[in-house]
């Protein structure tokens, strides 16, 4: 079984900043693209930012330059370094990954979700 494992999360103060961790584990023959969503209350799930396994990034409009997406592949593990957090930033983050595993033979690729972090920025 596969298992993605988000940490970091927490409460912080406007325009502080916070780490988000997730990694991922079980049978992983290899790891496509991996990215961060969110959803505040009452709002639809949106793309925080991914990267691919060759390095290249891409960001919400509203996250950028604010946030940075980096990953390490050797540990499966995926990061969102967040600073100038703002009260709207406030949100569920979750991970994703787009994973490759053998089944019956076959290499298949499956989309996970880790189960979210939680992340509050008030004062």
């Known amino acids: 079984q596969v298992q993605l494992v988000e940490s970091g999360g927490g409460l912080v103060q406007p325009g502080g900043s916070l780490r988000l961790s997730c990694a991922a584990s079980g049978s992983i023959f290899g790891i496509n693209v991996m990215g961060w969503y969110r959803q505040a209350p009452g709002k639809e799930r949106e793309l925080v930012a991914a990267i691919t396994s060759g390095g290249s990034s891409n960001y919400a409009d509203s996250m950028e330059g604010r946030f940075t997406i980096s990953r390490a592949s050797a540990k499966n593990t995926v990061y969102l370094q967040m600073n100038s957090l703002k009260p709207e930033d406030t949100a569920v983050y979750y991970c994703?990954?787009?994973?490759?595993?053998?089944?019956?033979?076959?290499?298949?690729?499956?989309?996970?979700w880790g189960q979210g972090t939680q992340v509050t920025v008030s004062s």
């Open positions: 994703n990954a787009a994973i490759e595993v053998i089944r019956d033979g076959f290499k298949k690729r499956y989309d996970y």
